[in-house]
């Protein structure tokens, strides 16, 4: 009898504050924090917000990215994921509505593979449908472009 994965999952972080910058968090046993930088009033130990938040994307992109290359039977191997996104830093300061605070995010993806751009396409357009972050910032009005510079597999294996 095979075994029904489940459709939605149920995920959970504790958020400590231990400051107005500082926020030590906690999930599934694992901690993580996040901080400003001093001139924001910040120690600057660890990412901002808005840092944490596009590093998830590129973890997700990596997650997904490869999920999909070994379920279309692509040999696909990431080596670097950069992203680039500008702020409209108004609706932080108060000075406007900004209903979009990232109008534009370019991820710029290193990986190794047999194809070339075009055959690569339909798992670009699987993870931009895919990749939950990459969702729910197209959803928030964000333009996320993918820029893939592809050279062919190597031997060896790992990071």
């Known amino acids: 009898m095979a075994i029904k994965p489940k459709t939605k999952v149920r995920v959970r972080v504790d958020g400590h504050c231990a400051s107005h910058c500082l926020t030590e968090l906690r999930t599934r046993g694992h901690s993580f924090v996040i901080d400003e930088p001093p001139e924001r009033g ?91 972050m990459s969702v729910i910032l197209r959803q928030s009005g964000s333009s996320i472009r993918q820029d893939w510079a592809l050279s062919p597999l190597s031997l060896k294996t790992g990071g």
């Open 42 to 132: 910040g120690t600057d130990v660890a990412p901002t917000p808005l840092e944490t938040m596009l590093g998830a994307l590129i973890g997700c992109t990596n997650v997904i990215a490869s999920r999909i290359a070994e379920e279309m039977g692509i040999a696909l191997r990431l080596r670097r994921i950069r992203v680039e996104a500008e702020l409209d830093h108004r609706g932080i300061d108060g000075l406007a509505d900004v209903s979009v605070p990232f109008p534009e995010i370019i991820l710029q993806i290193e990986a190794e593979t047999d194809l070339d751009e075009s055959e690569l396409a339909p798992l670009r357009d699987a993870l931009d449908v895919r990749c939950p």
